[in-house]
């Protein structure tokens, strides 16, 4: 694991923060369907054939000790049903300039992209992780991942302090929420970012047209969805 000292020195030698060779699309492939559970490969293999370059994909953090934490694509409690995200990477892999969107590591994404970024370096350099604070961003950085996506939903801050953020860092694009009940879709957020940068904002599953022309008409550019 990189100590405290690797990650200052990390900072201090060069922005390693790397500019991702694509570009946001309006669809993102979302695979966190609950059919998706058993059938990953042939997800990722629809997605492919269906001619998309960004997927998304949920991870679940499961506490193995007091120092160690396990990422899943799936949130099975029977262990045997469960895939790891290394494997879903892999899996990914095979399909040329498929980049691989990392959703719902809010506790962990340090310890995530430790693991990643030193036994699985060239599988991480297929992610595009989220950041869900300001501080995550700072911490991805340190791991030399391509530019984060900024999720709305749990910053805590001000619109100018967003702003003064975005037009300070890269920034692949923002997400938000509008399908989890316990978070409230930031409608004031979406529309600053829009009004003042030409950075995508996108909503998380949005799976049929009415709802999104619906967004559309509130500064949302693009969709992860399972229905296009």
Known sequence: MMTENDLI???LDNDTIVLNEINPQEYVFNINS???????????????????NLVSVKCFEQKISEDEVEFYVNNEQNVFNRMKIYDFLEEASKYKNMYVIIT??????????????????????I????????????????????????????????KSELMSFISSNDVFACLTSVSD???????????VVSKS?????YADEVNNEAEMIYYRDRYIKGFFTTNK
């Open 104 to 125: 719902g590591v809010t506790d962990n994404i340090g310890k995530l992209y430790d693991k990643l970024s030193v036994d699985y370096p060239k599988l991480c350099k």
């Open 127 to 158: 992610t595009i992780p989220v950041a869900y604070s300001f501080n995550d961003y700072y911490t991805l950085k340190r791991y030399g991942t391509n530019v984060p996506i900024l999720s709305l939903d749990r910053l805590g801050c001000t």
């Open 197 to 201: 940068s030409d950075i995508f904002t």
């Open 181 to 191: 009940e316990n978070v409230k879709f930031n409608y004031e957020f979406a529309e």
């Open 9 to 11: 020195k990390a900072i």
């Open 34 to 52: 609950d059919n998706d559970t058993y059938n990953y490969p042939s997800r990722l293999k629809e997605a492919a054939n269906a001619g998309y």
